[in-house]
């Protein structure tokens, strides 16, 4: 009888050590288990950085080329210096900055006197010229802090800081002087284009759209003048 009983605890035994081996290797299955979502999760993570660090690019990309097609949309395609948008844009800063601190200036509107005629005769090419050394010359005359903008067609405008009325029409006459002086050759022929200009002074109290009008009329009464002028001629030998 004694046999049977040692075979029992035997197999007892045999049964405790196989539950212990059990027990042990749960935690080690669990553990395994639980490592796999840890991985899963990192790597979703990281898919997440990666993500936000694409959008930040394409957003970084996005607000330059914002930049570039509003400084395109202020800014003539032929003269690269501001357009009508540009110019007023500017116009209205300079306004708000005169009303703040109580500064002033001078807006002077300039349009070439025979860009029309130099189109007929010699061909939008020839005018495009006239227009780009137009340009080149009023901005060789201004300083950094000035603007010289295209309003469209052959008018300009030119926005000029600290002047008196006396300075400011000094300034206007120095303009169309230099315009008068400028030479073109089309077609063996010597062409000038000459310009009129007019100024209205600004300050605390002006309205960027009242300025306009102020120094466009005042050039259409100066054009009028310079039409009696002798100097003022299409074409010379």
Do not use: C
């Not at 991985?39 to 990281?46: F, H, L, T, Y």
């Not at 800063?93 to 007929?120: Q, T």
């Amino acid at each position: 009888m004694k046999k049977p009983k040692r075979a029992s605890a035997a197999k007892a035994k045999k049964g405790r050590k196989a539950s212990a081996s059990r027990s042990k290797a749960a935690p080690r299955r669990l553990a395994k288990r639980s490592a796999k979502p840890a991985r899963r999760g990192a790597s979703a993570a990281d898919d997440t950085r990666a993500t936000i660090r694409g959008l930040r690019s394409k957003l970084k990309e996005a607000e330059r080329r914002v930049v570039e097609l509003e400084a395109a949309a202020d800014t003539d395609f032929l003269l690269e210096i501001p357009n009508r948008r540009g110019f007023e844009r500017e116009l209205a800063r300079a306004i708000a900055y005169m009303k703040r601190y109580r500064a002033s200036g001078a807006l002077i509107v300039l349009d070439v006197d025979r860009l029309k005629p130099i189109n007929d005769s010699f061909g939008h090419a020839a005018g495009d010229e006239v227009l780009k050394a137009i340009a080149a010359t009023l901005t060789q005359q201004v300083r950094a802090s000035d603007v010289v903008g295209r309003l469209g067609g052959d008018e300009f405008a030119l926005l000029l800081w600290n002047l008196s009325e006396t300075d400011a029409k000094a300034k206007a006459a120095t303009f169309e002087q230099a315009i008068d002086e400028l030479s073109f050759a089309f077609r063996g022929q010597r062409v000038t284009a000459g310009a009129s200009a007019g100024v209205a002074l600004l300050g605390a109290q002006s309205d960027a759209g009242r300025a306009l009008e102020e120094a466009d009329a005042a050039m259409y009464v100066r054009k009028a003048h310079r039409r009696h002028e002798p100097l003022i001629r299409l074409v010379s030998n």
